[in-house]
């Protein structure tokens, strides 16, 4: 059966039971501020397990895509070493919100497997939840019974809390599970050691391929367990092990999902799959992690710094970098393999193969500046080689190397190896380790448990309409962070404070008691459909009701930004064509960042058109027209362009001004004439084919002309009122192009001069020509000086000192016969002397530098010199 059929085998099964089919939601969701990416088909449906919201349909079925490579679940590093994880997967999933529960999800499961795909049913296997003392939980006897109606008695076997009790995260929706294994060995294997004794124990062909979790209980933050008001269903079955199965193959990756990239990485990179073991996991490992990276971006999230855009990152330089070492690979190839990804899961992802040139970009743009990386780690590492006595290479090197440079550490052990080097793996731990403990202290987060002051789940936004407005608070907790500090989080009955989101950042206000106490609140997000207000302190009186308000002058000219971000990609779209795609977007109080797909930079003469475009729009007064609560189905069709983020089940809100129609969910001027104005500041790119826009609007384009008016005026000031100053300020610097030139000329003479003085300064230490001194000359001039007398020396050592712009400079000069007769090392002399000057440096063997802050040093240095040489 071909993966298609199978997937769609899957769905249209639980359709003839009543379930909705839903597309996956996108990799990347918005408003969960506790996750990076969907590691789960439940994360989108998450709020309805928390009942923060309404699913539309009580039975939904769908292929999630997941990504499992940071946080709780991350399984980064076996991917590619076995042959049944993936970092991107599909999770085939049929859910029941208060519905239906354990019986009919067994039935249903077992009939998918053993009839419509026609498992036999002497391969599967069941696990039930044996019980926990820890929780004071029983056996999950109501799964047992049920189990026993399917399958032999003697199949179903006992799983401990690890494999059988499923978690979110440490709080929230949790429960029971029934996994479903596979034994897809040979008769003869399984004649060898039975299968029930293989299960959960990582072999690659007893593996499991469906989880079926009951979800009943709540885990609080003090670790104890509390019912649901509601039961649920939650099921995952990993999509490329179910084909394993049906395609009768040993390794998800000789299934249809993988072969078709696996031959294109043979053939571009001229090896063969299946013949050598490191190879194999090299293929495998790049056949993987073009997917997780080909379909982050196509979500919208592309690789950067910080954050999820990092994780992709570094996933995308795990591939690059078995491609280079067991492929020899030396430049860019992987983005050569998002052709073959896209023709072949276009059909059930169409954003592969709208995305596909922006993919491609991106990738290749990535792979060059990481091979431009490891060719700079090469050089590094081989100086390091070089330093080394003896045949360990320190840790704490080569944890620079890995930390500041961005150098792989497998890499630095490979070559070293190849060089009959050690590493000190020890001390790299060591670094590594005060690492992580320096950034976890840093991010660490303790959350209380919620603290319910009214039992009222429904809250209501009405920051569209009011800025002000009586609340009561439900509920609050608590979050302490060493970052941060303690923080408060309130949920009201209703509020008018916007939530972060949409690019726009969170109102701040404040809180106000009947007896004028006031509580300030900082910042506004959302999380998982409920808005919360972060405040520093408590009000002493919790129960009251408090005015709510938000400063009005802060959402004021956000919503200017706003508005404005909206007309600029409607400019951008219709001056630079409809391959313009919006990428990301921040709107604040002083200003905007538009980031959009296009393939060349913006002309001047563009962006002043796109400036125009946007300001005629401003001058032109538009009113906003707002329909709120549609659904996202109807709202496309008036022509609003859907933005990554969206999922199923959302309604959505349009906001039109003139021509320009968006989903969007932030606050906008009421008429585009209270922008004022519109002016680009940036314009530049942050990735191959993606360009960032960065603009104000309203007080502060004034403030903006203003500024630049009075650096003009001083500037003309400068030029003692120069008629025209463009013109004077050329001439001052042609003038001081040839003043440059003229000193140059001098300094060489002087060094001349210097050298014949220095000359007759040199003292012999220990047969070598000494001397230690400190001149006036600037870096250059002194190198040339060095160079020249070591010209005339075979068994020179110098040490000159100079001072320039208030920092020292020490630089060392040693004749390479003496490197190589005494073991001197001018890197190394200058890297202890410059210990005196406040600071380091380092350079070769025979000439280095060091600079430091600290001039007063540069005597104690010059002294210390001499001991070199006795
Ligand atoms: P395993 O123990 O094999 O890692 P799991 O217990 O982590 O699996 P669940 O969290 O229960 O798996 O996920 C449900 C299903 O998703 C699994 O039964 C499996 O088929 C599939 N799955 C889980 N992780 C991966 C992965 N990294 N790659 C591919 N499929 C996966
Ligand atoms: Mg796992």
Redesign the pocket.
Known sequence: MKSQDIRSKFLSFFESKNHNIVPSAPMVLKDDPTLMFVN?GMAPFKEYFLGNAEPKSKRITDSQKCL?VSGK?N?LEEVGYDT???TL?E?LGNWSFGDYFKKEAIAWAWELLTEVYGIDKDILYVTVFEGSDEDGLAKDTEAYDYWKEHIAEERILNGNKKDNFWEMGDQGPCGPCS?IHVDIRSEEEKAKIPGKDLINKDHPQV?????LVFMQYNRKANGSLENLPEKHIDT???F??LCMVLQGVQSNYDTDVFTPIIREIETITNTVYGKNDKVDVAIRVIADHVRAVAFSIADGQLPSNNGAGYVIRRILRRAVRYGFTFLNKKEPFIYRLVEVLSSKMGTAFPELKTQKQLIENVIKEEEQSFLRTLDQGLVLLNRIVEETKGDTVSGEKAFELYDTYGFPIDLTALILSEKDLKLDEEGFDKELQKQKKRSRVASEVSTGDWTVLIDDSVQEFVGYDYLETNVKITRYRKVSSKKEGDMYQLVFNLTPFYPEGGGQVGDKGYLESAQGEVVYILDTKKENNVIIHFTKELPSHLNETFRAVVSNELRELSASNHTATHLLHQALRTILGDHVEQKGSLVKPDGLRFDFSHFSKVTPEQLIEIEDFVNARIEGKLPLVEHRNIPMEKALEEGAMALFGEKYGDTVRTIRFGQSIELCGGIHVKNTADIWHFKIVSEGAIAAGIRRIEAITNRAVKDFYLDNNKAYSEMKALLNNAKEPVKALQGLQNENADLKKQIEALLKDKAKDIKGTLKNELTTVNGVQFLAKQLDLDASGIKDVAFELGNEFDNLFLLLATVINGKALLSCYISKALVASNGLNAGQVVRELGKYIQGGGGGQPFFATAGGKNPEGIEEALKAAREYLT
């Open positions: 789960a499992r679940h399984d049944y994880h993936h997967f999770m996994e593996v499991e391929i469906w989880n995952g079955m990993g490329e092990r």
